[in-house]
């Protein structure tokens, strides 16, 4: 069983930074791959930030590349997502997402994931 909880949400002005963390329960964490997701109000919710169990790969949605950056730190047991000059569209419940099913370190599905944290809410106001 894995526990996940985000932190690291609040309000911010466009042009501004935020960094997210995601804390897992367990000495676990590392064997599994980690993503971030986002949603707003009406909205389905949409992939943001995906990362490997080492660590040793990313990748991310186009309208965040550039910006954000997702890192982990195994020894911690936590995943941090990095926001930089954030703007409106930025606004949503942001969700940390870990493991998938069949084992890839790959997917921007958010079904493909089985362990979920609670979100923490990111609102950019200009």
């Known amino acids: 069983q894995v526990q996940l909880v985000e932190s690291g949400g609040g309000l911010v002005q466009a042009g501004g930074s935020l960094r997210l963390s995601c804390a897992a329960s367990?000495?676990?964490?590392?064997?599994?791959?980690m993503a971030w997701f986002r949603q707003a109000p009406g909205e389905e919710r949409e992939f943001v930030a995906g990362?490997?169990?080492?660590?040793?790969?990313?990748y991310y949605a186009d309208s965040v590349k550039g910006r954000f950056t997702i890192s982990k730190d195994n020894a911690k047991n936590t995943v941090y997502m990095q926001m930089n000059n954030l703007n409106l569209e930025d606004t949503a419940a942001y969700y940390c997402?870990?493991?998938?099913?069949?084992?890839?370190?790959?997917?921007?599905?958010?079904?493909?994931?089985?362990?979920w944290g609670q979100g923490t809410q990111v609102t950019v106001s200009s």
């Open positions: 997402a870990a493991d998938t099913k069949g084992g890839s370190w790959y997917s921007t599905r958010a079904n493909d994931y089985i362990y």
């Open positions: 367990g000495r676990i964490f590392r064997r599994y791959p």
């Open positions: 990362i490997s169990g080492s660590g040793g790969s990313t």
